[in-house]
């Protein structure tokens, strides 16, 4: 209950400093200089005594000269979020933020952070009702978040010159896949004095349609072994041309420089023309990896395949081959591309996994499943337990 109450207070402050651009709050020793005003007030005005009335306007002014100061920071400060580099779940992350100081007069103690909202995502389950009737769908809308904002740590600059720009580095570490659309920059400082922490929070709107939203790519999971595992047992086909390989691919004539022992006597004898041997290239099978979600699957244990189907994909890839992602509602075609990578990642970001049927592949193409909550697994030539996102597996 108390957790609740605080999450709607801290929501309705939220919502309060939105409409208001502003939030201000008194630090710990700025609590005891408003204990001392008032105390000192209350004395001078009681006693009347000159002194206290003196102590009383300087405590006053410093209050006053503290707002004014650091309003000049705040209007002074500048943010515009720059384009970030690719970002994974559970990892710690750099969001680079542009800090423009656009007066003239410097900028102190300015402290940078971001808040985020997570755009929620709609998964369906299928259960069985107990008396046998027909199967019940349920749909149930997770976040890879918190409920509210989530805010990113925060980075410190001790001076902006006036007209001068920096970059900084805002810490944050994604916890979960997905969009995450910005909500709002922050600038802060608690400077010169240190009584009150002020906020002057900036609308995203001004920003690029491509930054106001955030993708975060499946967590990385080690998957090395698995790849070379996979590749051990699906072995290689045909190519299609000339290569290093032991099948006979064609004849040519002899040319300078080719190897005596590949000529071809036989024909050479029938014809009387010098030809020679080319064998065919091999190379490994185009392979599909699908994420295969059964109806008992839990939310942790899906996460936890999403990141092996992402991670498994970026291996195979870089190892040079031909590698696609398939799911319920999601088909990217086996590829060996230099984009192919950030296209399956990307689908798998926005993904929400369910059950249902899969879309069909090209025959001959080696489908690896990886399975949760006993999916089926008919038509996978291999099948693979998710990895979780703190360890490693085998198939």
Known sequence: MISL???LWRALVDELARGSRRRLRPTSSGRW??????????????????LLFFGWGLVLSAIVVSGILSESTLQAA???????????????????????NTRRVPAFGVGLSLTLRARATTSTTTSTAGDGRAPATTTKTTTGEAPGVERTGATFELRLSPGASCTARV????????????DSLRVATAAPFGFFSKERIFDPSRLPPALRSLVVLPARVDTRALGHALWARLGEQPAGRAGAGDELFSLRPYRSGDDPRRIAWRRVASTGRVVVREHEATQSRELVVDL?????????????????????VEDL??????VGVRARG????????????DACLRALATLAPRPGALDPVARGVAIVAVVVGAADVEGADVVVAPVPRDGGGAP
């Open 292 to 312: 295969r979600v059964g109806a008992s699957a839990r939310e942790e244990d899906v996460e936890d395949a999403v990141a092996t189907v992402g991670s498994l």
């Open 330 to 341: 999601l088909l990217v075609p086996p590829d060996r591309s230099p984009r192919q990578r």
């Open 171 to 182: 810490p944050w570490r994604p916890r979960q896949r997905g969009v995450v659309k910005v």
């Open 5 to 7: 109450l605080q999450r």
């Open 78 to 100: 500048t943010p515009t979020l720059l384009p970030p580099d690719e970002l994974r779940a559970l990892r710690d992350e750099r969001l680079p933020v542009r800090l423009d």
């Open 33 to 50: 200089v408003l204990f001392l005003a008032l105390v000192t007030g209350f004395a001078a005005m009681n006693t009347g005594n000159n």
């Open 317 to 322: 890839l870089e190892d040079g081959h031909s």
